[in-house]
């Protein structure tokens, strides 16, 4: 039979490291508050969290490969809010920092989770930062947890 891992989400004693665009910071805040507050009910303290803002979404992959390389952190949770706008150049700009994040992580088997948001208005950002389809923030943070978790237990490197 084949060994089974789940992780439980408490987070005490793990360090996490928070990369957090500045451009649509309203709504980027409510994911970062979300999230800050969702890891402190899972234990963490104060002194494992740490905020860095950058610009722009498109920065946030090379903002995470800074925290990822530092070896400070179980894992790095990446927000940012990218809004259509007449030209397509927020999907250039979401895309670009998706495969961003997931090269950081898998160049380093550091947990970068993708708190990136990329919608057709503010009224999806808003129904998916504490609205009714739940909050992006809180749902990143708890499976940054639950990777660290699993990092530790079962660690590749």
Request: charge should be neutral.
């Amino acid at each position: 039979m084949a060994e089974e891992s789940a992780p439980e989400p408490d987070a005490r004693g793990r360090r996490f490291g928070l990369v957090a665009s500045r451009f649509n910071e309203p709504y980027v805040r409510r994911l970062v508050d979300g999230a800050l507050d969702a890891l402190r009910r899972r234990g963490v303290a104060e002194p494992d969290l740490e905020v860095t803002w950058v610009p722009g979404s498109f920065e946030l992959p090379l903002a995470a490969r800074w925290a990822a390389d530092s070896g400070r952190f179980d894992a790095v949770l990446a927000f940012g809010v990218v809004i259509r706008g007449e030209t397509e150049h927020f999907r250039l700009v979401a895309d670009a920092a998706s495969q961003g994040l997931m090269r950081v992580m898998l160049d380093t088997g550091v947990p970068v989770l993708n708190g990136l948001l990329a919608a057709e208005s503010a009224d999806q950002v808003a129904a998916r930062t504490g609205g009714p389809h739940g909050h992006r923030g809180v749902d990143v943070a708890l499976a940054a947890v639950r990777m660290a978790a699993l990092r530790r237990e079962r660690p590749l490197a």
